[in-house]
């Protein structure tokens, strides 16, 4: 039995209350990834129950998740949200997708003729910091990755994102349609103008005119997204049979109950009355960005790090350990807290609360998980911070030794001489810098010369370059615990 020929859920179970026939597809998604499915077709859900709303989704992936949009294709476009903490796990059923589309299965002019509905009003996206094609410290286009080059010669047959998107507003310029917006739901600050000037300058170097029609006509609203959903595994879908009667949805993903979405109000077209279930609309989402990349995912990437190497498999492992929960609460409050701008926000309280996050045992968030696309995450999530400390002289400790961490991790062994399976985009030119860098000194030289990552200025300050190679040595010479717990933090710090 599969979840739309249901009926007989258990009652605990909550399901659409609303008529489906109803909901139009006026927002298309990219990247059918758990991550929207917890998150923001979640808040569409709640809108269509409590509100009335009309405003469902058409779902497309590109390269991945072929199964998964077959699966949920399977089951009626329905699919099981779980919520999980220590009290237990709580289901909903989620109806709001009204149109599931594979770009390698369905094929491009499918796609297409989706995005070109007069209907849609927004294009949303979960396609991860590397689906950009973006260089991660300076926010501009990275014309030299390959399906960028390939974008540029051919713009009717994409194979980026953001190649994609250009293909279908050419063709709703084309027939006199409006631009959609086109909102970035991506953990990188100003995701907006990131997307933005990704689809500029692609434009400019396909097409002058189409070039000037996107700068003038398309919005690009920033959003700040938060939700811990773990990558589905086994037990996951597991436990999801167990809530639905037996009924297995492997379209289901589980969550944890936290979830918050602030988001710039700029929506031409219009837009979901999002602030009637929870959503922040704000002028600026800058200030919040900058606090929730720096505050929970700056330490996530330390825990990550330093958490695998000292063989942490769960960030609720890591809290576990005094010394890391010490450690991260200090990089919250002592190194993040201070760089960041937010008002009107208790940074303790917030800190108090991600840390309650993190010691979810229910959620077995993986390490290894967190750890991937180093390369893409440490800009946004460490080196800004560390760029204002330098600026303002002040101690950096935890950042300089989480990117020492991430220095040793992608060394590929760990400290018991396993290897470590990386993933990262840029996991070849890693593996050649390490390769022709001697262990050491050497091996940090070698892996600061990566531009996209640390710019050029970091790589030519004497005192990021001196902070985050004794952190190196000192990982090397102890390992991540030690190095931890060896951190100068001061208790009574009057920040803690
Ligand atoms: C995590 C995020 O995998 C990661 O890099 O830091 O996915 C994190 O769980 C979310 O941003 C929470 O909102």
């Not at 190649?163 to 100003?190: H, K, Q, T």
């Not at 700029?266 to 704000?282: H, S, T």
């Not at 900058?290 to 700056?298: A, T």
């Not at 180093?374 to 760029?387: E, F, M, S, V």
Request: glycine share 8%; charged share 20%.
């Amino acid at each position: 039995m599969t979840l739309s020929s249901n009926g007989t859920l258990p009652a605990a179970i909550a399901q659409p209350g609303y008529d489906r026939q109803q909901l139009k597809p006026r927002i298309l998604h990219l990247g059918f990834g758990a991550f929207f499915r917890a998150h923001q077709a979640v808040y569409a859900e709640r809108l269509a129950n409590d509100h009335a709303s009309d405003w469902g989704y058409a779902v497309v992936s590109m390269h991945n998740g072929q199964q998964k949009i077959a699966d949920l294709q399977q089951q009626g476009l329905l699919y099981t949200v779980a919520e999980m903490d220590g009290t237990g796990w709580r289901g909903q059923v989620v109806g709001v997708v009204r149109q599931a589309l594979h770009l390698q299965v369905d094929g491009l002019e499918a796609v297409l003729e989706a995005m070109a509905q007069p209907e849609v009003a927004i294009v949303s996206l979960t396609i991860s910091e590397k689906g950009y094609c973006y260089q991660p410290a300076s926010g501009q286009l990275l014309s030299e990755h390959p399906d960028i080059q390939h974008d540029i010669a051919n713009p009717l047959h994409p194979q980026s994102a953001p190649g994609l998107i250009l293909a279908a507003l050419r063709l709703r310029r084309e027939r006199g349609l409006p631009a959609f917006a086109v909102m970035s739901c991506d953990n990188m600050p100003a995701n907006g103008q990131v997307t933005r000037n990704v689809l500029c300058q692609l434009a400019q170097r396909q097409d002058a005119e189409l070039a000037d029609w996107v700068t003038q006509q398309v919005a690009f609203p920033s959003t700040m997204v938060d939700r811990i959903v773990p990558a589905v595994t086994a037990e996951t879908q597991q436990r999801i049979a167990g809530l639905l009667g037996g009924i297995a949805d492997p379209a289901g993903v589980a969550c944890e109950p936290f979830s918050q979405w602030v988001i710039e109000d700029n929506f031409p077209q219009g837009r979901p009355a999002w602030e009637k279930v929870g959503a922040e609309l704000v002028h600026d989402v800058l200030p919040y960005e900058e606090m929730k990349l720096r505050m929970l995912n700056g330490s996530h990437s330390f825990l990550a790090y330093l958490g695998y190497l000292a063989g942490y498999a769960h960030i609720s492992d890591c809290m576990q350990d005094a010394y890391f929960e010490r450690a991260a609460r200090h990089l919250m409050l002592a190194e993040q807290a201070p760089t960041l701008q937010v008002c009107g926000v208790d940074l303790a309280q917030y800190a108090d609360s991600l840390l309650a996050r993190y010691r979810n045992t229910a959620l077995k968030h993986r390490t290894w998980q967190i750890a991937m696309d180093g390369t893409q995450k440490l800009p946004q999530r460490l080196l800004d911070a560390i760029r204002l400390h330098l600026a303002q002289d002040s101690d950096f400790s935890c950042l300089a030794l989480g990117v020492a961490a991430w220095m040793r991790y992608v060394g590929g062994q760990d400290e018991q001489g396993q290897a470590i399976d990386i993933s990262d985009p840029l996991r070849e030119r890693l593996a050649d810098l390490v390769g022709n860098s001697r262990e050491g000194a050497e091996r940090v030289r070698a892996l600061l010369q990566l531009e996209t990552v640390f710019g050029r200025d970091l790589p030519d300050n004497s005192r990021f370059v001196k902070a985050v190679t004794d952190a190196y040595l000192a990982l090397l010479a102890q390992g991540a615990k030690a190095s931890v717990a060896a951190l100068p933090i001061h208790q009574d710090s009057p920040q803690e």
